[in-house]
């Protein structure tokens, strides 16, 4: 009854010595937004990849719709669109005739070609500018052409591997507001970024995914409940650090707290209680405070919270 629109079992993708994906299970409901987060090198694209029955995964299972993608389901592969992060557009073309061309890759011709262009360019807003080539787009209204492309035989799902990259304000509006009217007809989507912000405003579910593993996932909200009140990043002048780090960990306002880097990570239950606490117990210890940073709970700071990084550096 409730087949999963799309269900990874332990998927596994090495390159010679290199392991690029390890082992990643999860499941996206029909109908659903689910976001896949991670830094750059995570293993994002090579699992869209074995999503997408692009590259063969070294083990594990992908199944659509309860059957598993093999290199044969090709009635599989037509209920997938794809949005690839490398744009491939012929620059002296038009849009229209960039999306013809797809189109026929798709077998698709003559009326129903012409319509399902006219749909898609429609979807991601560009009629207007479906005449003029390519070479005159911003990479924003490239990037949504890339979008309409995926879109052309009408898939169930589609796969979009970091929509927003290099895209000025107005395109990326257009492309959230695209994808969240897809979704609201019907569209299965699983969404690649490594913008945090992007993933709570769109996904439903997200998983976090680091050097080829899934670290964690769960709805943003319940991501971000998991943290309690944000997080301090406090660093100290002269080896008061290991006095510091117990006097912080007595806090009631204190969750937890972990060293990283010669400096303190404090997971608080509220933050600007935690952060009067804390100067008042550095200043009884005589203690310098060379650093602070206050991260408000999001999901950046769940990523690093997790990983001890953060995603953009
Ligand atoms: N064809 C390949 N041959 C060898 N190594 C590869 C290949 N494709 C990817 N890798 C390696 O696998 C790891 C994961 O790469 P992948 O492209 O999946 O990451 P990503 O999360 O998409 O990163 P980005 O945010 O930069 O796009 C990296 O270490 C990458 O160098
Ligand atoms: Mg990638």
Redesign the pocket.
Known sequence: MNTPMLKTENLM?T??D?K??KGVSFEIARGEIFGFL????????????MLTGL?RPTSGRVLVDGEELTARANHLKTRIGFVP?ELALYPTLSAYENLKFFGRIYRLGGKELRQRVDAVLEMVSLTDRAKDPIEDYSGGMKRRVNIAAGLLHNPEILFL??PTVGVDPQSRNAIFESIEELNRQGLTILY?T?YMEEAERLCQRVAI?DH?QIISQDTPQALIRSLGGGLLRVGLLNGKLPAFTEAALRLPSVKDAQRLEGELMIQTHESRQALLELLEVANRMDATITSLEIHEPNLETVFLTLTGRSLRN
Request: proline letters at 4%; charged letters at 15%.
């Open positions: 993708k390159y010679g290199l690029a994906v991670g830094p750059n090198g995570a293993g994002k694209t090579t699992t869209i990849s590259v992060q591997d970091e690649t490594h995914i080829g």
